[in-house]
């Protein structure tokens, strides 16, 4: 048997819809270096794979199967499901941390929302979580509360130039440029 | 259209992509427009990657524009906006040209930007840098490194991770700082950036310690190649373990990789496995438990710890956990069955498991534990399920029970009863064969069960809705029908398919009835004219064809000839018939066509020969039994190549010989033996040796590899002097040149007396050798070189290379049948650490039989009963049985030969490693 010493663990994750679709698919491959795998270059064979993939999953709910080489963990929502692959000699359980890692990342961002709806609406902090978590193939992050933190909110609205500071210090600083003038009025008369 | 396609999109039930072109355009408007709106552009962002994370790509031109305008917000100090920015940039960077021009904006964020997104930062860096421009970033990535911020360092050593295939030599100058991270205590900023309302449970801890993980894994790539420094780093875990179960899984992996490197470290390395296998984190145990397992060196005890840890993870609530502690064991149960019988009540209670994955796996790790006491009531409980699972599931469990009834011929009545039942039962098509094909091995390999198998198989034909199937079973019952003491029962069954079934059905029964006229028996002969002669009015050219030419073959004078052709007795080994015709089909010399495909270049089996094969591969231990049928096909492949490699080498070396006129004299090639080491893997100069036997002569190949990068090797030769002046060197063919890290072979050659003769030969390598220019990659003109010897180990010619392996359904009756008995007695000296097991295995490989009844897996630590089976280059019979007892003094050895050459089993018994 041979020892996985790289740290090049997840090969894929993949958001489905409940008909098949991709919301999501990254391919994870290092970087800097030159992989000959089909499964990588070509779109056409990453469809068919989800598309099996994804008949001999749904609503099923058996959180894990090996598929074509490679052990897969999942988890199934509503109308999404969620996946993450490794290699066949991969720890099973450690594939599956960084998948929970993730979902509980998704809860916490997208109040519980788990839904085709709500991802979609919500896109960039679905990306952002993924990215949290795994970077191209090595594990980031599996604790969902550390990962969820990394994730920011989307800036509220485009207000120009003007910035009005609503927390406690702002409006310190309002009073206290309020008393200031004041003061200074006052010592004025 | 795009504003149409564009407002399909905001509708998110339609699950309908963004217009390109639309989020192209959007993008570059927004991108470059002044100021900048932050949320807005942190939506049209989120579009962007929508569009790459469906799969959509940009031409490059587009994308470099792209990565262009989005470089402008780094303008915008937006956080949220700059993380989202980082992303798409690392996105980008893979389709896009004049990356580098992000370099400057990213060093200023990594050196005075926000905490929020300075990891991200960091990891973008390593996408925009290559080989040549890291080294602008080396301050800045150290100072990452030791970063008290966890992120920030996780960020900073996974760069650099990424880093590695350019940038080796620079990622090795921070170390010390990657050592230092593994050890330190980094805690995560008290204000994490981000809150949400929705924390639920989980609460924001303090620190996860994940970057341990990170450091562990750059620095065992930074010093992957040195042992010792591997050693100490190893060694300090001994004082201050691990905080992060990945790290940990993978610090286990690295302990694993060196043990089965060195397999003296087993022990010194134990001293860590019991404190993992009571990890609380299952990844831990199951990690540490699949090492211990999956390594050969562990004591018995030691394997019980881990099969402990496993039983208890086997009633875990996680499927996932229960699925990987019954994948372990499933696998070691096809080497060790009685290992894991301990787990089997656990096993029992996973047979309903709702993961039907786990279920399987308990089910054929039950079956392979199965011994001849509880085969019985194992094949009782599943005939009890067998109708809940699925068709798939139940093809998994047949090939298990296959396979347990070859190890246990002496229960093959039980388990043709089980396979009777299912073939009756409702099921497709490849469900069915499965099970015909398992009845076909059982009635193959087991002779005492043929009669009750081949019974079988003629009732299920009286009712068989497939014609695929019915043609192989009339096609084994004319193979096997005639060696029965009551042939005339087929008979009646074959023909009744005559009269019922389609044409297809009608040929093959045809040629299966023409051959239970070979028998002998005139009366029978008689009958089955009779039967022919009626087929020849059939309504179908094929049937007739058939039927007119058995009879032909029957009516001539020679009945001989008429065996040969109706009853062949060998083979062509399909797998390379195969490869052959595709080489020749596939040539793009269109000369190669003058000739017709010669039909000799492929070796043939003689029945037993193929019979020896097909066990082999049946009884081998598959690694993976495949649980999901998508991928068996290909695992099938795998291990076809797997089992006719050897044949296809002996083809290979045939070859070989065949361009060599000296050797080609010699005539056909009878034996080759497997390389034997004559070196460590790790020297200068790998040699091993393969050895030829020929009518009357030994080749010895010696194939050389320099290993070294700036030597080149001439006149390479090989002094070899044999031990007995039997053997005496005809010729030596030495390699000329044998350039830095380049192979090459050496032949030898001897002429071998008549009988059979052991002997050993001392061997010395002699060569020149010259320094390579590494300019030019040759050596220097003037370069004269010096002669040198290097000298290594002895090889012997042993009993095991003038003996074939070879298959025996009975061999208590092989046994019986030669006589020449010889035996010996040896002290083999200590148990190795491999156990009797290791024993067993190198008895086999050096003795070059076949081991019968499954007596190749070791059951008992004390004691075992080994019985093999092989036949001599000329075709005389070996068997041997071969008793070992361990105990304190040394492991006893009982030699038993018997043969019908008397001189072999006298070499046989007394030849000891």
Same mark, same amino acid.
């Given at each position: 048997?041979?020892?996985?010493?790289?740290?090049?663990?997840?090969?894929?994750?993949?958001?489905?819809?409940?008909?098949?679709?991709?919301?999501?698919?990254?391919?994870?491959?290092?970087?800097?270096?030159?992989?000959?795998?089909?499964?990588?270059?070509?779109?056409?064979?990453?469809?068919?794979?989800?598309?099996?993939?994804?008949?001999?999953?749904?609503?099923?709910?058996?959180?894990?199967?090996?598929?074509?080489?490679?052990?897969?963990?999942?988890?199934?929502?509503?109308?999404?499901?969620?996946?993450?692959?490794?290699?066949?000699?991969?720890?099973?359980?450690?594939?599956?941390?960084?998948?929970?890692?993730?979902?509980?990342?998704?809860?916490?961002?997208?109040?519980?929302?788990?839904?085709?709806?709500?991802?979609?609406?919500?896109?960039? *902090?679905?990306?952002?979580?993924?990215?949290?978590?795994?970077?191209?193939?090595?594990? *980031?992050?599996?604790?969902?509360?550390?990962?969820? @933190?990394?994730?920011?909110?989307?800036?509220?609205?485009?207000?120009?130039?003007?910035?009005?500071?609503?927390?406690?210090?702002?409006?310190?600083?309002?009073?206290?440029?309020?008393?200031?003038?004041? @003061?200074?009025?006052?010592?004025?008369? | 259209?795009?504003?149409?396609?564009?407002?399909?999109?905001?509708?998110?039930?339609?699950?309908?992509?963004?217009?390109?072109?639309?989020?192209?355009?959007?993008?570059?408007?927004?991108?470059?427009?002044?100021?900048?709106?932050?949320?807005?552009?942190?939506?049209?962002?989120? %579009?962007?990657?929508?569009?790459?994370?469906?799969?959509?790509?940009?031409?490059?031109?587009?994308?470099?524009?792209?990565?262009?305008?989005? &470089?402008?917000?780094?303008?915008?100090?937006?956080?949220?906006?700059?993380?989202?920015?980082? #992303?798409?940039?690392?996105?980008?960077?893979?389709?896009?040209?004049?990356?580098?021009?992000?370099?400057?904006?990213?060093?200023?964020?990594?050196?005075?930007?926000?905490?929020?997104?300075?990891?991200?930062?960091?990891?973008? !860096?390593?996408?925009?840098?290559?080989?040549?421009?890291? $080294?602008?970033?080396?301050?800045?990535? %150290?100072?990452?490194?030791?970063?008290?911020?966890?992120?920030?360092?996780?960020?900073?050593?996974?760069?650099?991770?990424?880093?590695?295939?350019?940038?080796?030599?620079?990622?090795?100058?921070?170390?010390?700082?990657?050592?230092?991270?593994?050890?330190?205590?980094? &805690?995560?900023?008290?204000?994490?950036?981000?809150?949400?309302?929705?924390?639920?449970?989980?609460?924001?801890?303090?620190?996860?310690?994940?970057?341990?993980?990170?450091?562990?894994?750059?620095?065992?790539? !930074?010093?992957? $190649?040195?042992?010792?420094?591997?050693?100490?780093?190893?060694?300090?875990?001994?004082?201050?373990?691990?905080?992060?179960?990945?790290?940990?899984?993978?610090?286990?992996?690295?302990?694993?990789?060196?043990?089965?490197?060195?397999?003296?470290?087993?022990?010194?390395?134990?001293?860590?496995?019991?404190?993992?296998?009571?990890?609380?984190? /299952?990844?831990?145990?199951?990690?540490?438990?699949?090492?211990?397992?999956?390594?050969?060196?562990?004591?018995? /005890?030691?394997?019980?710890?881990?099969?402990?840890?496993?039983?208890?993870?086997?009633?875990?609530?996680?499927?996932?956990? %229960?699925?990987?502690?019954?994948?372990?064991?499933?696998?070691?149960?096809?080497?060790?069955?009685?290992?894991?019988?301990?787990?089997?009540?656990?096993?029992?209670?996973?047979?309903?498991?709702?993961?039907?994955?786990?279920?399987?796996?308990?089910?054929?790790?039950? #079956?392979?534990?199965?011994?001849?006491?509880?085969?019985?009531?194992?094949?009782?409980?599943?005939?009890?399920?067998?109708?809940?699972? @699925?068709?798939?599931?139940?093809?998994?469990?047949?090939?298990?029970?296959?396979?347990?009834?070859?190890?246990?011929?002496?229960?093959?009545?039980?388990?043709?009863?089980?396979?009777?039942?299912?073939?009756?039962?409702?099921?497709?098509?490849?469900?069915?064969?499965?099970?015909?094909?398992?009845?076909?091995?059982?009635?193959?390999?087991?002779?005492?069960?043929?009669?009750?198998?081949? +019974?079988?198989?003629?009732?299920?034909?009286?009712?068989?809705?497939?014609?695929?199937?019915?043609?192989?079973?009339?096609?084994?019952?004319?193979? +096997?029908?005639?060696?029965?003491?009551?042939?005339?029962?087929?008979?009646?069954?074959?023909?009744?398919?005559?009269?019922?079934?389609?044409?297809?059905?009608?040929?093959?029964?045809?040629?299966?009835?023409?051959?239970?006229?070979?028998?002998?028996?005139?009366?029978?002969?008689?009958?089955?004219?009779? #039967?022919?002669?009626?087929?020849?009015?059939?309504?179908?050219?094929?049937?007739?064809?058939?039927?007119?030419?058995?009879?032909?073959?029957?009516?001539?004078?020679?009945?001989?000839?008429?065996?040969?052709?109706?009853?062949?007795?060998?083979?062509?080994?399909?797998?390379?018939?195969?490869?052959?015709?595709? *080489?020749?089909?596939?040539?793009?010399?269109?000369?190669?066509?003058?000739?017709?495909?010669?039909?000799?270049?492929?070796?043939?089996?003689?029945?037993?020969?193929?019979?020896?094969?097909?066990?082999?591969?049946?009884?081998?231990?598959?690694?993976?039994?495949?649980?999901?049928?998508?991928?068996?096909?290909?695992?099938?492949?795998?291990?076809?190549?797997?089992?006719?490699?050897?044949?296809? !080498?002996?083809?290979?070396?045939?070859? /070989?010989?065949?361009?060599?006129?000296?050797?080609?004299?010699?005539?056909?090639?009878?034996?080759? @033996?497997?390389?034997?080491?004559?070196?460590?893997?790790? =020297?200068?100069?790998?040699?091993?040796?393969?050895?030829?036997?020929?009518?009357?002569?030994?080749?010895?190949?010696?194939?050389?590899?320099? =290993?070294?990068? /700036?030597?080149?090797?001439?006149?390479?030769?090989?002094?070899?002097?044999?031990?007995?002046?039997?053997?005496?060197?005809?010729?030596?063919?030495?390699?000329?040149?044998?350039?830095?890290? =380049?192979?090459?072979?050496?032949?030898?050659?001897?002429?071998?007396?008549? &009988?059979?003769?052991?002997?050993?030969?001392?061997?010395?390598?002699?060569?020149?050798?010259?320094?390579?220019?590494?300019?030019?990659?040759?050596?220097?003109?003037?370069?004269?070189?010096?002669?040198?010897?290097?000298?290594?180990?002895?090889?012997?010619?042993?009993?095991?290379?003038?003996?074939?392996?070879?298959?025996?359904?009975?061999?208590?009756?092989?046994?019986?049948?030669?006589?020449?008995?010889?035996?010996?007695?040896?002290?083999?000296?200590?148990?190795? &650490?491999?156990?009797?097991?290791?024993?067993?295995? %190198?008895?086999?490989? =050096?003795?070059?039989?076949?081991?019968?009844?499954?007596?190749?897996?070791?059951?008992?630590?004390?004691?075992?009963?080994?019985?093999?089976?092989?036949?001599?280059?000329?075709?005389?019979?070996?068997?041997?049985?071969?008793?070992?007892?361990?105990?304190?003094?040394?492991?006893?050895?009982?030699?038993?030969?018997?043969?019908?050459?008397?001189?072999?089993?006298?070499?046989?018994?007394?030849?000891?490693?």
């Amino acid at each position: 048997m041979t020892f996985e010493t790289s740290l090049y663990t997840i090969k894929s994750a993949i958001i489905l819809d409940n008909e098949g679709k991709r919301l999501f698919a990254k391919y994870y491959k290092a970087p800097h270096s030159e992989v000959n795998d089909e499964l990588l270059s070509s779109e056409k064979k990453q469809i068919a794979f989800e598309s099996s993939l994804f008949k001999k999953t749904h609503k099923l709910n058996t959180d894990i199967i090996l598929f074509e080489n490679q052990i897969v963990v999942y988890r199934e929502f509503a109308d999404v499901i969620i996946y993450m692959t490794g290699d066949l000699n991969e720890n099973e359980t450690l594939l599956y941390n960084v998948l929970q890692g993730f979902i509980g990342a998704l809860e916490i961002v997208l109040r519980n929302q788990l839904d085709k709806k709500s991802m979609q609406e919500n896109y960039d *902090l679905v990306v952002l979580a993924i990215d949290e978590t795994v970077d191209d193939g090595i594990i *980031l992050e599996t604790d969902p509360s550390v990962i969820a @933190s990394r994730v920011t909110k989307a800036p509220t609205e485009d207000v120009t130039n003007i910035k009005i500071d609503l927390s406690e210090k702002g409006f310190f600083n309002a009073l206290n440029f309020a008393k200031k003038n004041i @003061s200074d009025r006052l010592q004025a008369l | 259209m795009s504003t149409h396609s564009y407002k399909k999109f905001e509708d998110s039930d339609s699950g309908a992509l963004p217009d390109k072109m639309t989020v192209y355009q959007e993008c570059l408007q927004a991108f470059n427009a002044s100021p900048v709106q932050a949320k807005r552009c942190r939506l049209l962002l989120s %579009r962007l990657l929508r569009l790459l994370y469906a799969g959509e790509t940009f031409p490059r031109v587009e994308a470099t524009n792209m990565f262009f305008s989005i &470089s402008k917000l780094f303008h915008h100090n937006d956080a949220s906006l700059r993380q989202l920015v980082y #992303l798409a940039t690392k996105e980008l960077c893979a389709i896009s040209d004049d990356i580098l021009m992000a370099t400057a904006s990213i060093m200023k964020d990594i050196q005075n930007g926000e905490i929020v997104y300075k990891p991200n930062a960091v990891r973008t !860096l390593a996408r925009v840098l290559d080989g040549t421009t890291i $080294h602008a970033a080396e301050r800045a990535m %150290r100072n990452c490194v030791v970063d008290k911020n966890p992120n920030v360092s996780s960020a900073a050593l996974v760069s650099s991770y990424h880093l590695l295939p350019v940038a080796k030599d620079v990622v090795k100058r921070w170390t010390n700082e990657t050592q230092e991270a593994i050890t330190s205590n980094k &805690s995560f900023p008290d204000s994490q950036y981000s809150t949400h309302e929705h924390y639920g449970n989980n609460k924001l801890l303090s620190t996860t310690y994940t970057y341990q993980y990170h450091a562990l894994g750059l620095l065992y790539q !930074l010093r992957n $190649h040195d042992k010792m420094a591997l050693m100490k780093m190893i060694q300090q875990f001994d004082s201050q373990p691990l905080r992060s179960s990945l790290a940990t899984v993978q610090l286990i992996r690295y302990v694993g990789q060196l043990i089965e490197e060195d397999g003296d470290l087993t022990q010194p390395l134990w001293r860590f496995f019991p404190v993992w296998l009571k990890n609380k984190s /299952d990844m831990v145990e199951l990690e540490a438990a699949k090492t211990i397992l999956s390594l050969p060196k562990f004591t018995s /005890d030691q394997q019980m710890q881990a099969i402990g840890t496993l039983q208890v993870l086997l009633s875990v609530p996680r499927t996932v956990t %229960r699925f990987a502690a019954v994948r372990i064991l499933n696998r070691i149960a096809m080497k060790n069955p009685q290992k894991i019988m301990v787990c089997n009540i656990e096993l029992e209670g996973m047979i309903n498991d709702s993961n039907r994955s786990v279920s399987t796996y308990a089910i054929t790790t039950l #079956l392979k534990t199965g011994n001849s006491e509880n085969v019985d009531r194992l094949v009782k409980t599943i005939s009890g399920f067998m109708d809940d699972i @699925s068709d798939e599931f139940k093809i998994i469990v047949i090939d298990a029970i296959r396979t347990l009834s070859l190890k246990f011929p002496e229960k093959h009545k039980s388990m043709l009863n089980f396979l009777n039942d299912v073939l009756r039962d409702e099921g497709g098509f490849v469900f069915k064969n499965a099970i015909i094909e398992a009845i076909f091995d059982i009635s193959k390999f087991i002779p005492s069960s043929r009669e009750l198998a081949l +019974e079988m198989l003629c009732e299920f034909i009286e009712d068989c809705e497939y014609t695929e199937l019915a043609v192989r079973v009339l096609h084994l019952l004319g193979d +096997e029908g005639p060696k029965t003491s009551n042939p005339t029962l087929y008979i009646r069954h074959i023909y009744n398919r005559v009269v019922l079934e389609n044409s297809i059905v009608r040929s093959s029964a045809v040629i299966a009835l023409s051959k239970f006229a070979l028998i002998g028996d005139e009366s029978i002969t008689k009958s089955i004219k009779v #039967l022919l002669e009626r087929c020849l009015q059939d309504v179908d050219d094929e049937v007739r064809d058939r039927a007119a030419l058995s009879l032909k073959l029957l009516s001539t004078k020679d009945i001989e000839q008429a065996k040969n052709f109706i009853t062949p007795t060998f083979k062509y080994s399909l797998p390379i018939l195969e490869q052959q015709l595709s *080489l020749y089909v596939k040539s793009n010399d269109k000369s190669s066509f003058e000739y017709p495909f010669d039909i000799k270049t492929i070796p043939t089996m003689t029945e037993e020969e193929a019979k020896t094969a097909e066990f082999k591969e049946k009884t081998t231990v598959y690694d993976e039994s495949s649980i999901h049928v998508d991928s068996s096909k290909k695992d099938k492949e795998e291990k076809l190549n797997e089992s006719t490699k050897e044949a296809m !080498l002996q083809q290979q070396y045939s070859h /070989d010989f065949a361009a060599i006129p000296e050797i080609a004299a010699y005539g056909t090639l009878l034996h080759s @033996s497997v390389a034997v080491e004559l070196t460590e893997k790790e =020297t200068e100069f790998v040699v091993t040796a393969v050895k030829h036997i020929f009518e009357n002569h030994v080749v010895i190949q010696y194939n050389i590899e320099n =290993t070294l990068t /700036d030597i080149q090797l001439e006149d390479v030769s090989v002094v070899s002097l044999p031990e007995v002046d039997d053997y005496s060197e005809e010729f030596l063919m030495p390699i000329d040149v044998l350039k830095p890290q =380049t192979k090459g072979s050496i032949y030898v050659s001897f002429t071998r007396p008549e &009988s059979i003769e052991t002997s050993s030969f001392t061997n010395t390598l002699s060569y020149t050798s010259k320094d390579i220019d590494p300019s030019t990659g040759e050596p220097a003109d003037e370069e004269e070189g010096f002669p040198d010897e290097y000298q290594i180990e002895d090889l012997s010619i042993t009993p095991g290379d003038f003996i074939i392996p070879s298959f025996t359904g009975n061999f208590t009756l092989a046994w019986d049948d030669l006589d020449n008995e010889e035996s010996a007695v040896f002290n083999l000296g200590d148990v190795p &650490s491999g156990g009797l097991q290791e024993v067993v295995d %190198r008895l086999i490989k =050096t003795l070059s039989m076949m081991a019968c009844e499954s007596t190749d897996i070791v059951s008992a630590s004390a004691s075992h009963v080994l019985k093999l089976y092989g036949k001599s280059i000329h075709g005389e019979k070996i068997a041997a049985i071969i008793r070992l007892a361990a105990s304190s003094k040394g492991i006893m050895m009982k030699n038993q030969v018997r043969s019908s050459d008397a001189n072999l089993s006298e070499l046989v018994a007394n030849h000891i490693e």
